[in-house]
């Protein structure tokens, strides 16, 4: 038996070194002091030394130096704890090359149980460690980790070295609590992991889901987890293998792309334009928004299969067609003006900003913003009218003024009145009207169609009375209330110096007509004359020259098109003229700075006036004068150079007028001169009608002086005035 046993035990070791000899492992026995002891021959195949170089060597002396505490540690684990430890490492090979190596560390104890020998399984993994950096490096790259793990995600039996960047755990870690990750995951999605995921992943099912990291602050990073159940040949449930993939730029991408798709149809739906898509080809409709129904009057859900063109006014389909195709040729905005075809709106005028859509980098079809500007529109036409009607309303009022001025009968000034409001207001039941005698009665109830306005009084009230088709324009209204009042200015004194007149002309036919008498009827004219300039300067002088600039500023700052610019600007002209008239008018009523200035200053600049107009030439001469004249004189002497120079260029035909002022101590002297047809003085005899002779013979009269007039058929007009240096 004994024998038996020895040759058994003979066999055994014969057995275990052919092993040792021909595995392909390293086969390394080490003592309790870590010297090698003995070592298989496929040490040479792993590191390059012969087993002769290493045995008796310390253990750890090929290990990289980095590794070669951890690996001491774990020779001390196996001595203390008796048990056999798996360890991973690097070892330094012959020929100076690095070898990764994957051992199994177990004790050989004694028959007292102590440690006798510690034998290490050395296998090289360098192929797998090089792969599975490979692995790590594509895993970096993508930003994704692998993992493997048994059924319950105890224990990792793989982690990628990615996954410690991924989730900011360290791997070691991870590898030894699995359950750490969870710890950086939104808690509604751990919730999701630990429930619907696990279900499926219990069943055998491929798992896809997506969760949110939480360990940077401030920011949530996505993940999608990918997880591959792996069964046995018997359907059991073994492991599973895993991928995680770091999704957040995708996300995050998404997320734009959702919140730019929000944008847009927010912008699109809720757009106070109406906006709308046309596609390239037939130029069908795509879609609308609520404010193009609103606009347009068609609703968006009847638009399929509906022509845009179709929508537009017959006769601006040349137009809308060429700017289309400009668009799609230079694939650069342009707009439009242009009419809708719908007839059951009205006429709708409405602006229109094509814009191409790209689609990358090709037109894919043409976007439109469409305002409405009708209600501009209209508002421009009515404003060009207005204005039309305004300028006629300026000159009617320029004509009335002037014309008013020379009035001089209450009959003169009632009739013209009427014509006016005939031409203007374009009515022809308009009359004026004097309240009946007796007592006063209370005013008329008014009628809609019916203006009643009071002008003045002889003596009783007098009204101008205005049948009306329709009711006033604001622009008409105002005119005829300055009408009014120009004309109330004037009736109750013109009543009372027609009375006045017919006095003088009495006590003229006496010869009695008292001189302060004249001064005072001149004065009164002067009064009303300067009134009244007064009165055109500050109201509708003013008026004119707002409207204008109000005009200059819409036209300068409006967009209107190049006929409706090119009215304006004549609009423009037409206001200018306007106020020019009214500003002559005014300086003919009441001259500036006349008293200021003097008579002989003022004379000069009323002939360089005048010969811009006149077709004679104008001659004129004044001595220094000593003594300054009163303004009576001023006055006087300077409607007479008026009067004389209205009738040179109406009448007298002349091509010289001349015209001097002397002082001879005593007396101002003024001679008038023309070469012009002359007249028959017999045949002007005359009355105040007109402010001819007999007027400045008044005029003369009133400054206590005397005219000497002279002229015949073919011989001029002369006039040679006399007035004392002081009046009393």
């Known amino acids: 038996m004994t024998g038996n046993r020895t040759g058994f035990g003979n066999i055994r070791e014969e057995v275990y070194r052919i092993v040792a000899e021909n595995t ?134 793989f982690c ?7 989730s900011g755990i360290p791997k070691q870690e991870i590898m030894n609590r699995p359950i750490r990750l969870h710890d950086h995951i939104h808690p509604d999605d751990n919730a999701v992991l630990f429930g619907e995921v696990k279900e499926s992943l219990d069943k055998g099912m491929e798992v896809r889901q997506e969760f949110r990291w939480t360990h940077v602050p401030g920011e949530t990073r996505w993940g999608q987890m990918i997880v591959h159940p792996h069964l046995d040949s018997s359907g059991i449930l073994q492991r599973l293998d895993g991928i995680i993939v770091d999704i957040t730029e ?34 069908y409709f795509v879609d609308a928004n609520r404010a193009f129904e609103r606009i347009s009057g068609i609703k968006p859900d009847t638009l399929k299969n509906r022509c845009f063109i179709g929508m537009i006014f017959d006769e601006d389909h040349a137009s809308v067609y060429e700017t289309l195709h400009e668009v799609m040729r230079k694939g650069e905005p342009r707009d439009i003006e242009c009419r809708l075809a719908n007839r059951e709106q009205g006429e709708r005028i409405v602006s229109i900003t094509f814009v191409p859509v790209y689609v990358s980098g090709e037109l894919n079809g043409i976007h439109g913003i469409m305002k ?37 009968k209450v009959s003169e000034l009632e009739s013209r009145l009427l014509d006016e409001v005939r031409q203007v207001l374009r009515v022809s039941d308009v009359s004026i009207d004097e309240a009946p005698d007796g007592e006063s009665r209370p005013e008329p109830v008014p009628e809609p169609n019916k203006i009643r306005i009071r002008i003045g009084e002889k003596p009783h009230p007098v009204y101008l009375s205005i049948a009306l088709a329709r009711p006033l324009h604001k622009s008409e209204a105002e005119w005829l209330e300055t009408a009014v009042r120009y004309v109330t200015i004037l009736y109750d004194n013109l009543h009372r110096t027609e009375d006045l007149m017919k006095r003088l002309e009495q006590m003229m036919a006496a010869n009695n007509t008292p001189k302060w008498m004249l001064r005072l009827l001149f004065r009164l004219s002067e009064k009303e004359r300067a009134a009244l300039s007064s009165d055109l300067h500050d109201s509708v002088l003013q008026d004119l020259i707002i409207w204008y600039r109000k005009l200059e500023s819409l036209r300068s700052s409006g967009s ?25 008018t005014c300086n003919e009523l009441r001259p500036p700075f006349l008293l200021k200035m003097g008579l002989v200053e003022s004379l000069k600049s009323l002939f360089a006036y005048a010969r811009m107009f006149a077709n004679y030439e104008i001659a004129f001469t004044a001595d220094p004068m000593d003594v ?10 300077y409607r007479i150079v008026q009067e004389l ?65 002279r002229s015949a058929p073919q011989q001029g007009f002369h006039v040679d005035i006399r007035i004392p240096r002081q009046t009393t």
């Open 24 to 157: 392909s492992d390293t086969i390394v026995l080490v003592d309790s002091d870590a010297v090698v002891r003995y070592v298989s021959p496929s040490i040479k195949t792993l590191i390059g030394y012969e087993p002769e170089q290493y045995a008796g060597m310390d253990a750890f002396t090929l290990i990289v130096e980095e590794d070669r505490e951890r690996v001491r540690a774990s020779f001390r684990d196996v001595l203390s704890t008796k048990r056999a430890v798996d360890v991973d490492y690097r070892v330094e090979h012959a020929g100076g090359n690095i070898v990764y190596v994957e051992t199994r560390v177990k004790p050989v104890l004694d028959e007292s149980g102590h440690v006798l020998y510690v034998v290490a399984v050395v296998r090289d993994v360098t192929a797998r460690k090089q792969t599975e950096q490979l692995l790590e490096n594509i895993l970096d790259n993508v930003n994704a980790a692998v993992w493997s793990t048994d059924i319950d995600f105890s224990r990792y039996a």
């Open 160 to 166: 990628s070295d990615s996954m410690e960047k991924m």
């Open 250 to 283: 995708k996300k995050r991408a998404e997320q734009a792309l959702e919140e730019s798709e929000q944008r847009y149809k927010s912008l699109f739906m809720h757009n106070l334009d109406g906006v709308f898509s046309i596609e390239m080809k037939d130029l």
């Open 372 to 408: 409405d500007i009708t209600r501009r529109k209209q508002e421009e036409r009515e404003l060009i009218r207005s204005e039309e009607r305004s300028k006629l309303l300026q000159l009617s009022l320029n004509r009335l003024s002037h014309d008013l001025a020379g009035v001089m």
């Open 560 to 584: 209107f098109d190049e006929n409706s610019r090119s009215e304006l600007a004549r609009i423009e002209e037409g206001l200018l003229d306007a106020i020019h008239q009214i500003r002559i």
């Open 628 to 637: 300054p004249l009163n303004e009576d004189q001023i006055l006087g002497l």
């Open 645 to 709: 120079l209205n009738n040179a260029t109406k009448h007298s035909q002349a091509s010289r007028v001349s015209m001097s002022l002397t002082d001879d101590g005593e007396h101002i002297r003024f001679r008038y001169s023309d070469d012009g047809v002359g007249t028959r003085l017999s045949g002007l005899a005359g009355s105040f009608s007109h402010m001819g002779i007999a007027g400045i013979e008044k005029r003369v009269h009133s400054l206590e002086g005397n005219a000497v007039f």
